[in-house]
């Protein structure tokens, strides 16, 4: 009894997360079809054709995207970006501090490109891809 | 009739004026927000980037031998390090980046290590050129960022005697391929130091390196070359002079967010008497929520001891094989705490690198080194 109390408890605490989904979101002036891969890449420094934001280190959003994108951490990443920095090839996203924040930022910016939970979509932004 | 004609615009006018005034001051505010916020991105992307990094230490040992300098007191101020760095953004393709040091070891006097110009004219290819780090093995352009490391110091074996910033130019170009990527890079110029009593200067130095990455695997190679020129007055070493020196590295490395594997094999080969060497490491990590324990295994060997005289031999000949184990912990973003004990042994037929006069004159054999660090990025 006691167990499935618990398991009920555990799956009412998960389900909210189990919802959300990642999506990543441009910039309304991006046409082009973006793939996984391209993501990553203006993730790792390694595209600059658009412009990437994050949102902020512990963010379960940012937790999934990385995740299911860079396959990196926050330390992995923090540890990426300080070699980006200290070998002079580049300087890591811009941090949003809310989704509001991300929206704007991405709205505002042209060749930008971001990431929100699905649930926050409006059409100040256009959704790019699903991961 | 004809008053109710009159009244109807009036009255229609009075209905629908607020709410049209109302539309169009919400139109010019939604555009004053966009203009705003396009400013706030504009003023934090494009203009001004200050970054730092700092790590202090305590290192011991458990005799003279003089690994990584350490001795049988601690030495706190010996691997403090504080460095700003500032990039200022001229256009989208040219910056100015600056970097400033500030070493315990050398009684925290500030020395520019980076004054750079860079310039992307496209997003492949990227032109530098002014005061940089020599991007010879895999950790050489970030050697003193020890955030950016896994270890508490990268492995003496390959990076003990790793030369620092030179004066020229380089340019990079990236492939972007499916699944990877490719970056080859060439940099020339001139480089001149001072290590203690010692002055070591390289002139018309070039080199190349190219790396392959799939984001889990690397691999590079990196050849370079230059003339030597260097005066150890102290040592009662001869000097050399404009004798070429050569390095030729490998390395590989596998990253999975868990696993953290780094290999690396290098040759060094000075023309004359100053010995050529050969080096390796293996490194292994493994990454436990904010912990990530290492063990590496190192060795290097001179491969020339039969062109030295005995005498300049037991200086010179270069012999030695470690063994460290250690543990990085991530204790918050941006500061991680390092742990390292080191044992190092086989060197009392080739002592250099170490203090070659303690090893000879008290008999030497090996040395364990313990060392716990702090280091920070911002």
């Not at chain 1, 408890?9 to 793939?35: Q, Y």
């Not at chain 2, 005799?63 to 007191?73: H, I, L, P, V």
């Not at chain 2, 070493?237 to 390095?247: D, G, I, N």
């Not at chain 2, 030295?308 to 941006?334: C, H, K, Q």
Request: aromatic share 10%.
């Amino acid at each position: 009894m006691k167990k499935t109390v618990m398991m009920l408890v555990a799956s009412l605490l998960l389900s909210p997360v189990a919802l959300a989904e990642v999506v990543v979101i441009g910039h309304p002036s991006i046409t082009d079809e973006v793939s996984a891969n391209t993501v990553r890449d203006v993730y790792l420094n390694r595209n600059k054709a658009m412009t990437p934001f994050e949102l902020a280190e512990g963010n379960a959003i940012r937790t999934e995207f990385h995740n299911k994108v860079t396959s990196r951490n926050d330390a992995q990443l923090k540890a990426f970006w300080s070699q980006q920095v200290f070998t002079g090839r580049g300087n890591p996203p811009l941090t949003q501090s809310s989704v509001a924040a991300m929206k704007a930022a991405v709205a505002s910016t042209p060749g930008s490109i971001g990431y929100i939970d699905s649930a926050d979509v409006d059409k100040s932004v256009k959704v790019l891809l699903t991961p | 009739m004809k008053v109710l004609y009159r009244i109807c615009p009036l009255a229609l006018a009075i209905v629908t004026g607020p709410t049209l005034a109302q539309a169009d001051e919400t139109a010019q505010m939604q555009q004053q927000i966009v203009v705003l916020q396009q400013q706030v991105n504009k003023l934090s992307q494009d203009r001004i980037n200050l970054n730092g990094f700092f790590s202090t230490g305590y290192i011991r040992s458990n005799n003279d031998a003089g690994y990584a300098g350490s001795t049988t007191s601690s030495e706190v101020y010996d691997l403090s390090v504080m460095a700003l760095q500032s990039t200022f953004s001229l256009s989208d393709q040219v910056q100015a980046t600056m970097q400033i040091i500030g070493r315990g070891s050398e009684s925290w006097e500030p020395e520019m290590e980076w004054a750079y110009l860079s310039y992307r004219p496209t997003s492949e290819l990227q032109l530098r050129a002014g005061k940089m780090r020599q991007p010879l093995f895999m950790y050489s352009d970030f050697l003193e960022v020890g955030y950016a490391q896994p270890w508490a110091r990268a492995p003496q074996t390959v990076y003990g005697n790793s030369p620092s910033s030179y004066v020229g130019a380089d340019a990079a170009y990236t492939i972007n391929l499916e699944n990877s990527s490719i970056t080859t890079q060439l940099f020339g110029g001139n480089m001149e130091d001072k290590k203690g009593s010692a002055s070591v200067d390289v002139r018309n130095s070039f080199g190349l390196s190219t790396s392959w990455t799939n984001y889990v695997w690397t691999l590079r190679g990196v050849i370079s070359s230059g003339e030597l020129n260097l005066v150890a007055t102290n040592a009662g070493l001869p000097p050399v002079e404009e004798e070429r020196s050569s390095y030729l590295g490998v390395g590989v490395s596998y990253d999975d967010g868990n696993w953290q594997i780094i290999s690396e094999a290098t040759r060094t080969e000075i023309d004359g008497f100053y010995p050529d060497v050969d080096s390796a490491y293996l490194s292994v990590g493994h990454r436990f929520g904010a912990f990530t324990p290492y063990a590496v295994i190192g060795w290097t060997e001179s491969q020339d001891n039969e062109e030295r005289p005995a005498m300049l031999g037991s200086f010179l000949n270069t012999e030695r094989t470690e063994y460290s184990v250690g543990v990085r912990w991530d204790i918050t973003s941006g500061v991680a705490l390092k742990a390292d004990w080191t044992y190092a042994t086989g060197f009392e037929d080739g002592p250099n690198g170490l203090d070659q006069q303690a090893v000879l004159v008290e008999g030497i054999e090996d040395t364990n080194v313990y060392t716990f660090k702090i280091d920070a990025a911002f």
